[in-house]
C-alpha cells in the first residue's frame, strides 16, 4: 500500500492563480497530466473567505485537442480543503492521453489552484 501521508512523494502538475477580468467570468481551463500513478490530490482556495463550494475538476480520457474526448470522472471541491483522487477505474485504460478541466464557479474573482500527483520510488 502507498505511503500518501509522505510529503516527499507528491509531485507538483498544477499551480495555478486565475482572476476574473472585467464582467466575463473565469473561464474553465485544462492542463494534460501524465498519468504515472493512480493518484491525485487537489487544494483550491479563492480570497472571499465567506464560500465553501471550489468548483468541480473533471479528468478526461484522450487528446487535449480532440473536439470529443472520452469522459471519465467529476468531482466537486470544497474550499480549503485537500480532495484526494484514486483513478484506479482508468489505471488500466487503453490511451495514455489524460488532461483535468477545472471548472470555477461563476461567482468567483480569483481562485487559487493546486494539483499533485503522487510519485512512488522503488
Avoid at 507538483?12 to 472585467?22: A, R
Avoid at 480570497?47 to 480520457?61: E, K, V
Avoid at 485504460?93 to 474573482?109: E, G
Amino acid at each position: 500500500m502507498p505511503d500518501l501521508s509522505n510529503s516527499s512523494l507528491w509531485y507538483p502538475i498544477c499551480n495555478e492563480t486565475l482572476n476574473k477580468t472585467g464582467e466575463d467570468r473565469i473561464q474553465p481551463f485544462s492542463f494534460p497530466v501524465l498519468f504515472s500513478n493512480r493518484f491525485l490530490k487537489i487544494y483550491a482556495t479563492t480570497t472571499d473567505t465567506t464560500l465553501r463550494y471550489g468548483g468541480s475538476i473533471s479528468l478526461m480520457i484522450g487528446s487535449i485537442n480532440s473536439p470529443t474526448p472520452i469522459y471519465s470522472t467529476k468531482r466537486n471541491l470544497i474550499l480549503n480543503q485537500w480532495k484526494l483522487i484514486d483513478l484506479i477505474l482508468i489505471e488500466q485504460a487503453v490511451s495514455s492521453q489524460f488532461y483535468l478541466i477545472y471548472s470555477v464557479p461563476w461567482w468567483f474573482v480569483d481562485v487559487h489552484l493546486q494539483v499533485y500527483q503522487y510519485q512512488e520510488t522503488l
